[in-house]
């Protein structure tokens, strides 16, 4: 099962923001950088957020990452269409001495 | 342009095994760790292991262990990634992904999709 928690929905009208959450623990979020990806059905998923508010070459500024003690957000401005898509955060973990990559539970981010 | 094109699509009996390839262009494949990760229908994203293709170490999630094997062939920047013991469970799109800045996965290969019936 997923050890980031997002909510599994999200949704707004065009041109709203919108802001989804992520909560992890001390071995995560707390102590490691997010990332943050939009993934559409068939397709690979691709990085919008990097080292907690980082955007890739070619993302809009449109999205945003922030990071404060073990939980983090993604806000959406400027709400579009194309937006609609699910949103997973994801965090390397070290609980227990053991290194792997943990995704969160996936918001469904859906534009009225 | 950095690219990962992954193998096609298998289908596989329950107790059979699949080698998924992940071929990279367009950087040194000896400079970025491969990640790997699946995604069953109507499920999350789900990490499987990562590998240096540099020197071959390799890290599992503890789900994974003993059934998954990470491997590289460095003189033609081809990853592979090994499942044993396949069930129809493991019925799901598998990813290979670099990991770049931040030790975030970014370019991501096209996915291939592993069904596993009888």
């Known amino acids: 099962q997923s050890v980031l928690t997002q909510p599994p929905s999200a949704s707004g009208t065009p041109g709203q923001r919108v802001t989804i959450s992520c909560s992890g623990s001390?071995?995560?979020?707390?102590?490691?950088?997010v990332n943050w990806y939009r993934h559409l059905p068939g397709t690979a998923p691709s990085l919008l957020i990097y080292s907690n508010n980082q955007r890739p070459s070619g993302v809009p500024d449109r999205f945003s990452g922030s990071k404060s003690g073990t939980s983090a957000s993604l806000a959406i401005s400027g709400l579009q269409s194309e937006d609609e898509a699910d949103y997973y955060c994801?965090?390397?973990?070290?609980?227990?001495?053991?290194?792997?990559?943990?995704f969160g539970t996936g918001t469904k981010v859906t534009v009225l | 342009q950095v690219q990962l094109v992954q193998s096609g699509a298998e289908v596989k009996k329950p107790g059979a095994s699949v080698k998924v390839a992940c071929k990279a262009s367009g950087y040194t494949f000896t400079t970025y760790d491969i990640t790997w990760v699946r995604q069953a229908s109507g499920q999350g994203l789900e990490w499987m292991g990562w590998m240096n293709p540099d020197r071959g170490n390799t890290g599992y999630a503890q789900k994974f262990q003993g059934r998954v094997t990470l491997t590289r062939n460095t003189s033609i920047s081809t990853a592979y990634m090994y499942l044993s013991s396949l069930r129809s469970e493991d019925t799901a799109v598998y990813y290979c992904?670099?990991?770049?800045?931040?030790?975030?996965?970014?370019?991501w290969g096209q996915g291939t999709l592993v069904t596993v019936s009888s």
């Open positions: 992904a670099r990991n770049g800045a931040g030790a975030a996965p970014d370019y």
């Open positions: 001390s071995s995560n979020i707390g102590s490691k950088t």
């Open positions: 994801a965090a390397w973990d070290d609980g227990l001495n053991v290194l792997r990559y943990v």
